[in-house]
């Protein structure tokens, strides 16, 4: 298939999963939104589910590109960590695709595609755990950190800030996200 056609099928999908959720979308839809049809979709992709999971994985994919090229090794751990996940907050929270991921299609996705996701939160953590090993490196955070799990520890409080904010509001989120960070650097400090 053509490097276009795959690329306006995701790009539809991205804009109508966005807009409505995994639920309220029609592999019919996608395909008349992409000026394909319903077939070529299902070349693309083996079921709505694949679909949106690619859409997922390919926004996923972007973020930890752009994090990734933010990262400054020459600051301290501390601040990146916090200029992270702020960074991270704030792109996160404009990807509508993720939004509603987030907000109504978590339950869904945990239990369907539990060990894809696996694999993506340990690539997308990976900035996480150079800063973690950076601040070890600087004498900043404990030489004992488990610095996979603290980067997974840290990858949830930022989507439980997600949560918060899309379901009971940004100061609220603030106040949690705020609380929790002061917790964790409490913790991985020397």
Not at 39 to 44: A, C, D, E, L
Not at 50 to 73: G, H, K, N, P, T
């Amino acid at each position: 298939m053509e490097v276009t056609k795959q690329q306006r099928i995701l790009h539809a999908a991205q804009e109508l999963f966005g807009r409505h959720g995994f639920k309220r979308v029609a592999i019919d839809e996608i395909a008349k939104k992409a000026g394909v049809s319903k077939g070529t979709v299902y070349n693309f992709a083996e079921s709505k589910d694949e679909l949106y999971f690619r859409v997922v994985e390919e926004e996923l994919a972007q973020w930890c590109a752009e994090a990734e090229s933010r990262l400054d090794l020459t600051k301290p751990a501390d601040e990146l960590l916090l200029s992270n996940g702020l960074f991270s907050f704030e792109y996160l929270d404009a990807k509508p695709t993720l939004r509603q991921l987030l907000v109504e299609d978590l339950d869904y996705s945990m239990t369907v595609w539990v060990k894809k996701l696996d694999h993506i939160r340990k690539r997308c953590s990976a900035n996480a755990v150079k800063i973690l090993e950076l601040g070890i490196r600087q004498g900043k955070f404990r030489s004992d950190l488990d610095v996979e799990n603290t980067a997974l520890v840290l990858q949830d409080i930022l989507i439980q800030s997600l949560l918060f904010k899309y379901r009971r509001g940004l100061s609220e989120a603030l106040v949690w996200a705020s609380t929790a960070m002061d917790l964790i650097l409490r913790g991985l400090h020397k």
